[in-house]
């Protein structure tokens, strides 16, 4: 079963904004106000790097590159996580992934491994 299921890719122009959505279900869902959840990116012959984190008080936490453009947010009544994406560069596109931590991990962590349950991304394309 497919936890997370990304959303809201595409093609934009440089400087343009793209609003991302991550909508959990099962086990997810269920325990959506009490997990850490982030946005991670991967471009071509590149590692996977997390660019936003938010923790189970909304807490929030930035790689340099995503700091002062892009926003993570997360709706716990609709059970969905965003990630706002403003001033884009086409250094910015990538394949885009939500993920969770465990219930009992309650840190930020920017590391891949640290996160349990992944969704199949969405594609964000920037054009020069």
């Known amino acids: 079963q497919v936890e997370l299921v990304e959303s809201g890719g595409g093609s934009v122009q440089a400087g343009g904004s793209l609003r991302l959505s991550c909508a959990p279900s099962g086990a997810t869902a269920y325990m959506f106000t009490s997990i850490v959840m982030a946005w991670f990116r991967q471009s071509p012959g590149k590692e996977r790097e997390a660019v936003a984190i938010?923790?189970?008080?909304?807490?929030?936490t930035y790689s340099n590159s995503a700091q002062g453009r892009f926003t993570i947010s997360k709706d716990n009544a609709k059970k969905t996580l965003y990630l706002q994406m403003n001033a884009v560069t086409p250094e910015d596109t990538a394949m885009y992934y939500c993920a969770r931590r465990g219930r009992n991990y309650p840190g930020s962590s920017f590391a891949e491994k640290d996160y349990v349950v992944w969704g199949q991304g969405t594609q964000v394309t920037v054009s020069s």
């Open positions: 938010i923790d189970r008080g909304g807490a929030t």
